[in-house]
Structure formats: C-alpha cells, structure tokens
Nanobody, 115 residues
C-alpha cells in the first residue's frame, strides 16, 4: 500500500498564492506519475496538473501559467505552487500517484480563495 499525505491548503485572498505538498510513503518502488486533482462543491473531480517520472508536465487549461507542479523523486514528494489564485480555484485538492498502473489518492486538502 501507498499512503499520501497532503498539506498546505488554507484560506487566501484572490491574487494570492499557496503551495501544496504531497508526501508518499509505504510500499514505494516505482512511482510513474504524481498529480493533483480538485473537486469543487457540486462538481466532478478534475485534473489540475500531473508530472511523470521524466519530469514531463500536464496542466488543465484553467491553471496554465498560474500553477506549477514539481516533484522531488528522492523524497517521493510532489508540490503544487499556485499563484494568482481566483475564487473559482476554491476546491478540495487531492494528490494522486500511479505505481504499476494502480492509482492512490490522498485525503484531500481544502483551498478556499476569497474575492
């Protein structure tokens, strides 16, 4: 099993910044992709950003240019730097990792952006 612990969420004013962290532990031997997803009230969970073992990144159009995903493979940790936050970024943010075609999810961290 792989356990994920997210941190860094909170309340911020529009235009502000937050940095989310996701630390993976447990039976880790070859994580391929780490990523962040989010779910706003009444909406489906959506992809925010992913990064693979080669460092290639993928972003939702709504966050391109504002969010940056990074990864410290040696520590099995992923980060999401969120700048120029907007009220529509308000959601629960979930960390996701894929290892040997199996996906694992964190418990989520709340991000609230006030206008």
């Amino acid at each position: 099993q792989v356990q994920l612990v997210e941190s860094g969420g909170g309340l911020v004013q529009a235009g502000g910044s937050l940095r989310l962290s996701c630390a993976a532990s447990g039976r880790i031997f070859s994580i391929s992709t780490m990523g962040w997803y989010r779910q706003a009230p009444g909406k489906q969970r959506e992809l925010v950003a992913t990064i693979n073992s080669g460092g290639n990144t993928n972003y939702a159009d709504s966050v391109k240019g504002r969010f940056t995903i990074s990864r410290l493979s040696a520590k099995n940790t992923a980060y999401l730097q969120m700048n120029s936050l907007k009220p529509e970024d308000t959601a629960i943010y979930y960390c996701n990792v894929v290892q040997v075609y199996k996906a694992y999810w964190g418990q989520g961290t709340q991000v609230t952006v006030s206008s």
